[in-house]
């Protein structure tokens, strides 16, 4: 009779090189039998690839929506500025300032305006 192989600790080093060296000389698959699923751990690797890069893009897109909100944001408060500085420049009184202010002679006229009418009409 046969006496089977005891396994032992020591083996373990052994184990792990010869299955490095597989791994580096590219024959794993064929040392652990699994040839005839070739075709299936390929088509799971390209599955996950494909998972794995639909998801970078996903994020990609969602990066560009955030730094448009940003932008968004940025603009409205410019524009509630803007707005806020037109209501107040609406005023008489306030454009008059504005006017002083800037140098100009300016003023509100005493007045109310004149039609000058045109000769033959």
Do not use: C
């Not at 998972?51 to 897109?61: D, G, H, P, Q, R």
């Not at 940003?70 to 009184?93: N, P, Q, W």
């Not at 306030?94 to 005493?110: F, M, N």
Request: glycine share 6%; no cysteine; hydrophobic share 45%.
């Amino acid at each position: 009779m046969e006496e089977k192989r005891k396994w032992k600790v020591s083996d373990i080093s052994e184990i792990l090189r010869n299955g490095f060296n597989a791994i580096i000389h590219g024959n794993l698959l064929l040392r652990l039998n699994v040839g005839k699923y070739f075709m299936h751990i390929a088509y799971t690797f390209l599955l996950f690839w494909i998972l794995i890069f639909e998801s970078l893009m996903a994020e990609n897109a969602l990066g560009k929506v955030e730094r448009g909100k940003e932008k968004l944001h940025e603009m409205e408060i410019v524009l509630a500025d803007k707005t806020f500085e037109a209501a107040m420049s609406s005023r008489r009184s306030a454009v008059i300032d504005k006017l002083h202010e800037l140098g100009s002679r300016l003023e509100e006229p005493q007045a109310p305006a004149t039609v000058i009418k045109k000769n033959g009409r």
